[in-house]
């Protein structure tokens, strides 16, 4: 049965209306009701009809196209491994939750996988999940709670609201960054990993020396299916030795090296 959209006899992708576009850019296909739309919001979707990664999170079920972004760092780091316990923080709607549900084994019973988010999250079999806003103290109790100890994982996908005023932007992630790493500092066991969305820019070069104080080897990923025209990037920390003492920041010694898992 002829779908609505596909392949036309040419080969070229048709879209939903059975009509295939060229546009100027180069960009095979156009969204059939632009008119009325802003630029901005005409721009958006004929990214989204023309981006390979939609098109796979859609057939593969999965529930972001972020899903992607987490599986292509981890098949170049290999930084999930089974029966870990892992905190996803920003987990709605959940496209990280599922990859770390599969590459964990969460489901053999012996992981743990604890998900928060301000937004509510359709269930995910085998996981926790937490309704709240990580920069509110209670939370970090009922991650622990949870999490049963200590993580071997902090991942965080948070990205503030946008306000469309890049540095703005740029700053309000930076800063559930830093919260993302204080919570990392609560809760991951010596030779955690901790892995967070970031922005290439401003700032980061001292946000770079609280990482080199805590983890043994701090890489920043922008893997594939990340825009390139998006600053965002990921920072990942691997062999967490702790948070500095006051003593040792004063004398600008780190804690003891942990064992690294990978
Ligand atoms: C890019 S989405 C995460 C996508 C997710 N990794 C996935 O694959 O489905 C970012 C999420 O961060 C959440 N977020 C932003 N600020 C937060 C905060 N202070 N506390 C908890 N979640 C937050 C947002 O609600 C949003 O759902």
């Given at each position: 049965m002829p779908g609505r959209s596909g392949n036309d006899a040419s080969g070229r992708r048709k879209g939903p209306s059975g009509r295939s576009y060229r546009s100027?850019?180069?960009?095979t296909l156009q969204p059939k009701?632009?008119?009325?739309?802003?630029p901005s919001s005409q721009r958006w979707l004929t990214r989204q009809l023309n981006d390979p990664f939609v098109a796979e999170t859609q057939a593969r079920g999965?529930?972001?196209?972020a899903a992607i972004k987490l599986e292509q760092m981890d098949d170049k780091h290999h930084f999930l491994t089974p029966h870990m316990r892992v905190v996803d923080l920003g987990?709605?709607?959940g496209g990280w939750l599922q990859v770390v549900m599969k590459r964990c084994r969460i489901e053999s019973g012996k992981g743990v996988l604890v998900g928060v988010d301000l937004l509510v999250v359709d269930p995910v079999p085998g996981a926790k999940l937490l309704v709240g806003d990580?920069?509110?103290?209670?939370i970090l109790q009922q991650v622990h709670t949870a999490i049963e100890?200590?993580?071997?994982a902090v991942l965080s996908d948070m990205a503030a609201a946008?306000?469309?005023?890049r540095q703005t932007d740029h700053l309000r992630t930076m800063g559930l960054l830093e919260i993302a790493l204080d919570f990392a500092d609560q809760v991951l066991a010596p030779g955690g990993i901790f892995l967070a969305k970031a922005f290439r820019g401003g700032g980061d070069r001292q946000f770079q020396e609280l990482l080199n104080q805590r983890f043994d080897k701090v890489r920043y990923i922008k893997p594939p299916?990340?825009?390139?025209?998006?600053v965002e990037t990921y920072v990942l920390g691997t062999g967490f030795r702790g948070a500095p003492t006051d003593k040792q920041r004063d004398a600008g010694t780190k804690p003891q090296t942990g064992y690294s898992p990978i």
């Open positions: 100027k850019a180069g960009l009701k632009m008119r009325g739309r802003k999965l529930r972001s196209r987990c709605a709607p990580i920069t509110e103290t209670g100890g200590k993580a071997d946008t306000t469309g005023h299916a990340s825009r390139s025209e998006s």
